[in-house]
């Protein structure tokens, strides 16, 4: 019986480092090529070490493209995302949850709906509204004449600033809490969004982070709406920047590799500091 | 009771004020760009000039457009291979993560790690990876005396290597939310199951599918809507070739419409490619429920 366990034991931890390998190593070989010099990603491509470790490629990237810009892009496209989507999110989650309005069940249900539609669907049209968008980016009050808000900010920021998703997220965290809170306060003459503020809000700092979280990953992660919507060179995000470095400098290995692991870091450290916020999220996803 | 009236009439108002933000953004981003989509499907509309009536013309062009049915073939290539290896690597390894043993957490973020890229840095590491003289999975292959493909300059393979990197991507976050669902069964079960004789295949068959059959249906939908939509991975890798190999619909939707300026055209498949996501879901959910 013992022996048995064992065996059982050894082939789990065997299986378990196989399958570690195979996730692991291909990112411990991007950071190693991406250290290397040339002639050692020709030479030995597949070793992991290097007697030359050197940060040149990563200099390169920076020399050849505005990478730096790419990356200031995207944070911030990233986090007006987290912030727009908890805050606004929270705002209408709580509205949803806790207080009562006409035309709360009708709203709710149509804002559910629109997480079924595909993006693929309203892509073009998204893009034709944001390009025609009266008065703003040279249009006339008929969105006539200038790029509307093509190759701006707010292209990205606008249409995402609160998905149907963080509302329905927060909601379900504000439903567990109780109604009396508000009570006293209101007796009391509090104002709705002082409540909201002062007395639910940091009650869910745990799900808010959660949110905000997986809100950043995906703002940092996006790539084709972001290509379409910002094409000139300086509004390019880092996912876009890293797709036509990859296009044009196809064989230089290390520089590529360098501007991997650059546009991967900011959602590893994130996911390394934060990783129980994590865990929540998923297992939100996995209970809809 | 005054007082009450008048706590209820605000209410109603400021009720109303916190979510017109994400009902503002819907109205404009998201049904009336439906209603335009639905409109543009049957215009010709190059941007430059006003859409132009043209009737049922953009899908009769389809019918006869040999593109799109490739484009069409390429999808669904992609959705038959991706949908049940990727289902059967994320339950299996959320199975085998599923135990009492030390260092389980570990493995778990370990297998987690590559979902934390982005597509276009993982189809970036992966362009190294399947180079054929250099790459890492032609060096393994070749310490085993094999001699490794051209992978992405090979068209019969192309395709095959976009799953295969996208399953390597995708499998930890659906893992994730089948251990959730594993973690939910009662122990309960179990025990009762083993006092009444039950084997191990036995207590799989009866009680861990059945629990999981709502975690199944939630995670095949969203590999089916993804999988139609998959663009990035080919965009970067291959740019759709070679020889067309590995345009995918939502590729030539993106070509059509920002590349000729077929706006109209491009609707009008997008169109399409809902109606087939539709679909496909509607069936999904019909044999998710025949196995209740």
């Given at each position: 019986m013992r022996t048995k366990k064992t065996f059982g034991d050894i082939s789990w931890y065997a299986g378990a480092c196989l399958i570690a390998l195979v996730t692991v190593y291909p990112l411990l070989w991007m950071v190693a090529t991406s250290l290397k010099p040339e002639k050692e990603i020709f030479s030995?491509?597949?070793?992991?070490?290097?007697?030359?470790?050197?940060?040149n490629n990563y200099k390169d990237v920076f020399d050849t493209i505005p990478f730096l810009r790419y990356f200031i892009n995207s944070m911030v496209l990233a986090v007006s995302g987290v912030v727009t989507n908890v805050f606004l999110g929270a705002l209408a989650g709580y509205s949803y949850a806790k207080l009562k309005f006409s035309g709360r069940k009708l709203s709710f249900a149509i804002l559910l709906s629109?997480?079924?539609?595909?993006g693929i669907v309203t892509m073009i049209p998204q893009f034709l509204v944001l390009k025609y968008?009266?008065?703003?980016?040279?249009?006339?009050i008929f969105g006539q004449g200038g790029r509307g808000?093509?190759?701006?900010?707010a292209a990205i920021i606008l249409p995402g600033a609160v998905g149907a998703f963080a509302v329905f997220f927060m909601k379900q965290f504000f439903e567990t809490?109780?109604?009396?809170?508000a009570e006293a306060a209101r007796v009391d003459g509090c104002s709705e969004f002082k409540i909201f503020w002062k007395i639910y809000l940091p009650l869910i700092k745990p799900a808010a982070m959660t949110l905000g979280i997986m809100t950043f990953q995906s703002g940092w992660n996006a790539f084709m709406w972001p290509m379409i919507v910002l094409n000139s060179k300086e509004m390019m995000t880092i996912q876009v920047g890293l797709s036509t470095f990859q296009y044009q400098y196809?064989?230089?290995y290390g520089p590529l590799m360098a501007g991997t692991v650059i546009a991967t870091l900011p959602t590893l450290l994130l996911f390394v500091f934060a990783q129980k916020y994590y865990i929540q999220g998923i297992a939100f996803t996995g209970s809809k | 009771m005054k007082d009450k009236n008048r706590i209820m009439r605000k209410q109603n108002l400021i009720g109303r004020l916190f979510v017109a933000p994400p009902v503002l953004l819907f109205l404009i981003f998201t049904l009336l760009p439906m209603a335009m989509a639905i409109g543009l499907s049957f215009t010709d509309y190059d941007i430059i000039n006003a859409p132009k009536f043209s009737g049922l013309h953009n899908f009769k062009k389809m019918i006869h457009d040999e593109f799109f049915w490739i484009a069409l073939r390429n999808t669904c290539y992609y959705t038959v291979l991706y949908v049940p290896l990727g289902l059967l690597l994320s339950l299996g390894t959320a199975l085998f993560l599923?135990?009492?043993?030390?260092?389980v957490g570990l493995f778990r973020t370990l297998f987690y790690?590559?979902?934390?890229?982005?597509s276009v840095a993982t189809a970036t590491l992966w362009f190294w990876i399947l180079n054929?003289?250099?790459?890492l999975l032609n060096g393994i292959l070749g310490i085993f005396g094999i001699d490794g493909p051209a992978w992405l300059y090979d068209s019969k393979l192309a395709m095959l290597s976009i799953v295969m990197m996208s399953l390597w991507a995708g499998f930890g976050g659906n893992m994730m939310i089948f251990l959730s669902g594993l973690k939910g069964i009662p122990g309960t079960y179990y025990e009762a199951a083993k006092v009444e004789g039950a084997g191990r295949l036995q207590r799989f068959r009866y009680i861990t599918m059945p629990s999981l059959t709502k975690t199944t249906f939630l995670v095949s939908t969203m590999l089916i809507i993804g999988t139609f939509q998959v663009f990035d991975q080919a965009f970067v890798l291959t740019k759709g070739g070679p020889?067309?190999?590995?345009?995918t619909l939502v590729y030539y939707i993106y070509n059509n419409g920002f590349?000729?300026?077929n706006m109209g055209y491009a609707s009008a498949i997008s169109l399409v490619l809902f109606l087939i996501i539709v679909t496909m879901t509607i069936i999904n959910q019909k044999i998710n429920k025949a196995e209740i």
């Open positions: 030995n491509s597949l070793s992991l070490l290097s007697k030359n470790f050197s940060m629109s997480m079924m539609i595909p968008f009266p008065l703003v980016g040279g249009n006339n808000f093509i190759n701006n900010y809490l109780p109604d009396d809170l196809n064989t230089s | 599923n135990s009492e043993r030390r260092m790690l590559p979902v934390l890229s982005s054929p003289q250099l790459g020889g067309n190999a590995t345009i590349n000729n300026l």
